[in-house]
């Protein structure tokens, strides 16, 4: 199986991409492929390093040997490079971009095979949405929207599910509720997969990362 670069872009912030780079580089480090040594790695592309000081809390609870995954930085057209070379060793390279720079995002769009776009249910979301998806575009890049913080009971989350798959991309039919869980298991370097791997909230990104892979074809 060749190497996959997802990038994980929006530039409105609050958006939860921290949360689901780190969430998804492990749900790819737990998905058992026959014959094929599931190889992850994270590389972090914002200024702010919040990436980075999760696997540093990672490192701290799991150990050095025992995160599961390895993580790089990167800036600018670095971005670019820094995934190449990792994708030739990685089945899967996931990107954190920083949000409302396009500048420092584009080489890490440029470079995917697939952008993943978190984006809440609210109609300020949406309309904060369009220009990513713009620059997106311009760089000829597929990309899968995905709906974040969802209140599954919420009529809004059903009329902003609808009115996003309207914007003319494809939209992720795995959806990540509103889980207080995801973020706190961040602040141990963990994830919702390994704090509550039973709860919901782990089946969807499980269910998210394994639609990704079929998107990808892996």
Known sequence: MSGKIITIAQQK???????????????????????VEMRVALLDCDPQGSLGEWFE????????????????????????REARSLVRDYSFVVIDTPPKSDVES???I???????????????DLWATRPTLEMIAKEGTSCLLVINRAQSRAALTQEMG??????????????????????????????????????KGAAEIGALAAELRGYLGT
């Open 162 to 199: 609808t009115a996003i798959e309207a914007l003319g991309h494809a939209a992720a039919r795995a959806r990540l509720g509103n889980r207080v869980g995801f973020a706190a298991s961040m602040g141990r370097g963990l994830t919702l997969l390994e704090t509550e791997p039973g709860s």
């Open 106 to 108: 584009r080489p890490a």
């Open 57 to 80: 809390a990672r490192e701290a609870t799991l150990g050095e040997e025992g995160t599961g995954l390895s993580f790089r930085t990167a800036s600018g057209w670095g971005a670019r």
């Open 13 to 35: 912030g609050g958006s939860g991409k921290t949360t689901l780079a780190a969430h998804l580089a492990v749900a790819f480090s737990q998905q058992l492929v026959p014959g």
């Open 110 to 124: 440029e470079v995917a095979d697939l952008v993943v776009v978190p984006v809440q249910p609210t109609p300020i």
